[in-house]
């Protein structure tokens, strides 16, 4: 069982930056996939952004590319999303997921095996 645990959400102004942090119990850590996704108020859930286990390949929501950053650290059993330049649409519960298939598969169809409990990000206009 993976235990993920999500840090760094908070409240910041249009056009401000966070980083989301997600530090993962288990030692396998490298060989799961991990992902981002965010749910607003009254929306279903949705894909922000993925990594495969070694780092080398990753996948954006549209709604993100070229303002967002998925990286890891499998030393730190830590994954990370930088957030650059943020809209008020950003603001959501992010939360961070694992799963041992691939990154594009946690794209492809929005699931994963393991969630953490969620970051609430809100960012004013």
């Known amino acids: 069982q993976v235990q993920l645990v999500e840090s760094g959400g908070g409240l910041v102004q249009a056009g401000g930056s966070l980083r989301l942090s997600c530090a993962a119990s288990?030692?396998?850590?490298?060989?799961?996939?991990m992902g981002w996704f965010r749910q607003a108020p009254g929306k279903e859930r949705e894909f922000v952004a993925a990594i495969s286990w070694g780092g080398a390949s990753t996948h954006y929501a549209d709604s993100v590319k070229g303002r967002f950053t998925i990286s890891r650290d499998n030393a730190k059993n830590t994954v990370y999303l930088q957030m650059n330049s943020l809209k008020p649409e950003d603001t959501a519960v992010y939360y961070c997921?694992?799963?041992?298939?691939?990154?594009?598969?946690?794209?492809?169809?929005?699931?994963?095996?393991?969630w953490g409990q969620g970051t609430q990000v809100t960012v004013s206009s």
């Open positions: 997921a694992a799963d041992p298939g691939t990154a594009q598969n946690m794209r492809v169809n929005s699931e994963a095996h393991y």
């Open positions: 288990e030692r396998t850590f490298r060989f799961y996939a």
